[in-house]
């Protein structure tokens, strides 16, 4: 499965960090942020909660950008 | 400017005019301190806060971090040496905020602009509704609705014209400026805008599924599929800011213990922090990092505007390598739909002779059967005609006005006996014959599109090797090869053995990729086969938009030189921002280490050169020209 969401984040680099971070939490296949769009695109695992993982995602990411925002 | 920018915007003037004003005061050394330090915290203090965060949660090597050290650590140096020359700290905070300020304008600036290109997604739906016109989200329209569009709407979803006349703008989807006419029967695509007529479509599919959200989801996804230079410069950042930090760590404490340990010389402490701190603030790769997506996300909103949609950067970066073109034939470079080409009769009766074959012919589905009625133009008596027999693969008998007629190829007439005159041309020839007796013959052929031949030419002197591939005869392929001056041709080939010739020319094409054009219709297993499928006016065709990488959103094979110009520039810009931010950046750390370089030459080579990419990167936006 995967989800679409629409994020805020003002830098090219945080963004990457984001996508770094989104790719290393539990229940993520693989995850691309796209900058200039402000979206991101989530592959989760099979029989993931994309609630609960999306809520770990927005946290990972919070860490690296504490302004950064995910819509889900 | 959003909130934000505005409010960047403000402490930047006023912490600039502060600094200027602070220049011509001459105060007690404490309180000038505390005047700088003012407003050094005015125009630094998020940074500083989040840098602190950052540290905190044990994230440190980013450019806050950079920025904050960089600062803290000028404004500590000039306590320390006395000099009281806290300009530089505060300075080098405005211009990296100003640097912050330009790339989120322009950043955001860009996208507005690309996202107006693509401003098709129709809002509404007007459904009558007991005689009252209501709006209704497209959503919600089932297909066979009845809607009504007035002059100045979109078409919110593809359907047929029962009612009305207009003409259609239909720019934003294929970058064609003549409108289209259309009339009552006609199908019509949303995203298009009614110019002058009042139209009732009756919709043939669910907004889901039509012309224009099938182009959104597209274009939305696009620029998620990254490009090898989008990877490799996140790749890079993510090694290069934790390097850049090491080696000033190696210059303001390596060296001078250095010097004092091994050289025995002074340390000269204050001098190598100072350049350490220059060090740092030159290295910041937001240039780098911002330029290069931008400049992608720059090429495929061009792109778009010109009705080529290119499914991601990856896919635009590819199809700047493109050294040979592989089309296919019918529907790509000729026209696709057959038409009458010569008429021969044998008494000179031309009418008669369309009449009759047309007559013959008038219960047929067949193409060549099609296009013969058509030629006629006129409506057809079905009362003259009886007793059709349709023989595969070599015509059609029939009782027209009582007399029997036969119309088909060679084998037909061989088979029932007529003498007959071969025709000398190419194409597929029709020979009529009534009572047995020879009447004449219809030449009917594919014609070629009128700007097949541009095309052609565009690629060439791109220097692109073109090939056509096609199932047809050689009698078609080669006329059009001949006056399209293709450089190879093959012809006879099963849909699986087109597959296998573009392998054949993907290994054969050492360096460099190849690409495939065709229009859709049973060729998608070799769109996906080619390094980069182009599917022409595919918009139809929903395979065909799943196998292919490029879309063009009307069948004009001049879009296909085009697309590929418009990559080779932006893989262009990538590179000349790629080399543009490297290369400032390495001479300025080189120099900075060589304590050459001071603070202001480091806010060039970060704030100068991040603007200059990015001014740079937009350009891949026009395109027009191309």
């Known amino acids: 499965m995967t989800g679409k969401y629409n994020i805020e984040v003002d830098c090219a680099n945080c963004a990457n960090l984001m996508e770094g971070a989104a790719n290393k939490t539990e229940g993520v296949v693989n995850a691309v942020v796209n900058f200039m769009a402000l979206k991101m695109t989530v592959e989760f695992e099979e029989g993931a909660d994309e609630k609960k993982v999306m809520k770990k995602v927005l946290k990972a990411c919070r860490k690296i950008e504490p302004d950064c925002e995910i819509e889900f | ?626």
């Open chain 2, 1 to 626: 400017m959003n909130r934000k920018q505005k409010k960047l915007l403000v402490r930047i003037i006023i912490s600039a005019v502060f600094l200027i004003a602070l220049r011509f005061v001459h105060l007690n050394p404490y309180i000038m301190f505390a005047l700088y330090l003012a407003d050094y915290l005015i125009i630094a203090y998020d940074v500083l806060i989040k840098a602190g965060r950052g540290i905190i949660r044990g994230r440190v090597f980013d450019e806050l971090f950079l920025m904050a050290v960089a600062s803290v650590g000028a404004f500590s140096l000039a306590v320390y040496s006395k000099s009281g020359d806290y300009v530089e700290a505060v300075a080098v905070m405005v211009f990296y905020q100003l640097g912050q300020l330009f790339e989120s304008y322009a950043v955001g600036k860009s996208r507005k602009n690309i996202s107006a290109l693509m401003d098709i997604r129709p809002d509404y739906a007007n459904v009558e509704i007991d005689g009252k016109i209501t709006q209704l989200s497209p959503d919600d329209i089932e297909p066979g609705t009845v809607i009504i569009v007035r002059p100045g709407e979109k078409i919110p979803i593809d359907g047929v014209v029962i009612e009305g006349s207009s003409s259609l703008d239909t720019a934003a989807l294929t970058g064609e400026s003549v409108p289209s006419q259309v009339y009552g029967g006609d199908e019509v695509m949303s995203g298009c805008i009614n110019i002058d007529g009042l139209l009732r479509i009756r919709t043939t599919k669910e907004f889901g599924e039509s012309t224009v959200s099938k182009i959104l989801e597209l274009v939305e996804n696009s620029s998620s599929r990254k490009s090898k230079s989008e990877n490799f410069i996140s790749r890079f950042a993510r090694f290069y800011t934790p390097a850049v930090c090491a080696l000033a760590l190696t210059l303001a404490v390596g060296v001078p213990l250095f010097r004092m340990l091994i050289l025995k010389s002074a340390p000269s402490w204050s001098d190598w922090i100072y350049r350490a701190l220059t060090f740092l603030v030159i290295s910041c790769p937001c240039a780098l990092v911002i330029s290069v997506p931008l400049s992608f996300f720059a090429g495929l909103g061009g792109a778009s505007r010109e009705g080529i949609l290119i499914k991601g950067s990856n896919y635009l970066e590819t199809l700047s390598k493109t050294k040979t073109v592989v089309f296919d034939k019918t529907g790509t470079l000729t026209e696709g739909s057959f038409s009458v080409n010569k008429v021969y009769a044998r008494d000179g009766d031309d009418e008669k002779l369309i009449e009759t074959a047309a007559l013959a012919e008038s219960s047929s589905s067949h193409p060549i059967s099609r296009s013969i009625i058509e030629k006629y133009g006129r409506d057809i008596d079905l009362s003259r005609v009886s007793g059709v027999r349709e023989i595969r693969g070599k015509g059609v008998t029939a009782e027209v006005d009582g007399k029997t007629v036969c119309a088909g190829n060679g084998a037909l007439m061989d088979e029932l006996g007529v003498k007959y005159t071969e025709a000398p041309e190419n194409g597929t020839v029709v020979y009529v014959a009534v009572n047995s007796g020879f009447l004449g013959y219809i030449v009917i052929s594919d014609t070629i599109k009128k700007t097949s031949a541009k095309a052609i030419k565009a690629l060439k002197e791109s220097g692109i090797k073109t090939v056509m591939l096609t199932g047809d005869s050689e009698a078609a392929a080669k006329p059009v090869c001949e006056a399209l001056s293709i450089d190879e041709h093959v012809s006879r080939l099963l849909p699986a053995e087109k597959v296998a010739k573009t392998e054949e020319i993907i290994r054969s094409t050492a360096k460099g990729k190849t690409a495939f054009a065709g229009d859709g219709i049973n060729d998608a297993p070799v769109l996906s086969a080619a390094d980069i499928g182009i599917a022409m006016g595919a918009l139809g065709s929903d395979a065909a938009i799943e196998a292919a990488d490029v879309v063009l959103m009307d069948d004009d094979p001049l879009k296909i030189s085009k697309a590929i110009k418009i990559s080779r520039k932006c893989l262009r810009i990538v590179y000349q921002n790629i080399i543009i931010a490297l290369g400032v950046k390495f001479a300025c750390l080189i120099l900075g280490a060589a304590g050459i370089a001071n603070m202001w030459l480091a806010v060039f080579a970060d704030v100068g050169v991040m603007i200059i990419a990015v001014l740079n990167a937009v350009r891949a936006l026009n395109v027009k020209k191309l």
